[in-house]
């Protein structure tokens, strides 16, 4: 079993369409992120929850709703989105800002979002 | 703000060789950490190698070694003996202090070793 797992690996959707990307990890961290994946562009930071608590809101457009129930599960509700929200999502864990922290993410699979 | 930039977009490299993927990054920080990630195609990101910024010693990881330069703000990956495993896209990363959970990337170099 992955550590860190992400469903639905592969979607499609229209933009009137409400969707949900959800994020699960095995690994007692503190700390969840989704990361946006396009072409040719950095790695974009769009959220980060620690303890549960947000503490990183990069500007991303209220069309993507995060939610953070526990410590374990991430998602990414989805609204109207626009054809440039086409991505690769990522989703990663980390031990945040626990003393034990060295920095490094562990990341899922992603989930490869069509916006039509 | 950080920034973590990536010049080359894509190299090629016969198997064997060895190969050197550059990254500089921009900070007002004298202690931080700095990562490369490794993408292989369809598969899940993972760490390749940490260096923390207060060290002078350059980190390594068996065929993977780095050239830490902080006057410079280079960190450049070498790869040693480089193997077909090795094809992936490969991040430079920054992290500001430990206490921080905001790790930046840079918009990768897609690395192909070639038979």
């Known amino acids: 079993e992955t550590g860190v797992t992400q469903t639905p690996r592969h979607l499609v959707m229209g933009m009137t369409n409400k969707k949900s990307l959800k994020c699960e990890q095995h690994l007692g961290h503190n700390a969840m992120y989704w990361y946006k994946q396009s072409a040719k562009k950095p790695l974009e930071l769009m959220f980060v929850?620690?303890?549960?608590?947000?503490?990183e809101n990069n500007s991303v457009p209220s069309r993507f709703s995060p939610e953070c129930p526990n410590s374990s599960h991430l998602f990414l509700h989805l609204h109207t989105l626009q054809p440039e929200d086409s991505a690769l999502y990522l989703c990663?864990?980390?031990?945040?800002?626990?003393?034990?922290?060295?920095?490094?993410?562990?990341f899922g699979e992603g989930s490869r979002l069509t916006v039509l | 703000a950080q920034t973590v930039t990536q010049s080359q977009p894509e190299m090629s490299v016969q198997e064997a060789e060895t190969v050197t993927l550059s990254c500089t990054y921009d900070t007002s920080e004298s202690n931080y950490y700095l990562f490369w990630y490794k993408q292989p195609p369809s598969r899940q990101m993972i760490l390749v190698i940490r260096?923390?910024?207060?060290?002078?010693q350059n980190a390594t990881e068996n065929r993977f070694s780095v050239n830490f330069q902080k006057a410079a703000k280079s960190f450049s990956l070498k790869i040693s003996d480089s193997q077909l495993g090795d094809t992936a896209m490969y991040f430079c990363?920054?992290?500001?202090?430990?206490?921080?959970?905001?790790?930046?990337f840079g918009k990768g170099t897609r690395l192909h070793i070639l038979p």
């Open positions: 990663a864990s980390s031990l945040g800002t626990s003393g034990a922290n060295t920095g490094e993410l562990f």
């Open positions: 929850y620690n303890f549960k608590e947000q503490t």
């Open positions: 990363a920054f992290m500001k202090h430990w206490w921080d959970d905001k790790i930046i």
């Open positions: 260096q923390e910024a207060y060290k002078q």
